[in-house]
């Protein structure tokens, strides 16, 4: 069994700034990847970032520029620093880690507003 906690989200006003955690426990062999999606209200759910377990990193067009990924292996975490928010990055943001299979966070609030 393999467990996902998010943490970090909030109502932050446009311009501002987040830092996403997303720490894995239980049992865990091997994590190939950890990334994070994000789903607004009525909208399909998008892929944000991935980080591979060599380093490689992707990101989403929208937030290029303003998201950076990271990841902590020892800690078995990813994170996502989140800059220069805008209204639409608002979403609950999910994280993933790809193990055998694909586990989930249980997902987190962004609200970007004024």
């Known amino acids: 069994q393999v467990q996902l906690v998010e943490s970090g989200g909030g109502l932050v006003q446009p311009g501002g700034s987040l830092r996403l955690s997303c720490a894995a426990s239980?049992?865990?062999?091997?994590?190939?990847?950890m990334g994070w999606y994000r789903q607004a209200p009525g909208k399909q759910r998008e892929l944000v970032a991935t980080?591979?377990?060599?380093?490689?990193?992707n990101y989403a067009d929208s937030v290029k520029g303003r998201f950076t990924i990271s990841r902590d292996i020892a800690k078995n975490t990813v994170y996502l620093q989140m800059n220069s928010l805008e209204p639409e990055d608002t979403a609950v943001y999910s994280c993933?880690?790809?193990?055998?299979?694909?586990?989930w966070g249980q997902g987190t609030q962004v609200t970007v507003s004024s």
């Open positions: 980080i591979t377990s060599g380093g490689n990193l």
């Open positions: 239980g049992s865990i062999l091997t994590i190939y990847a």
């Open positions: 993933y880690a790809d193990m055998i299979k694909r586990n």
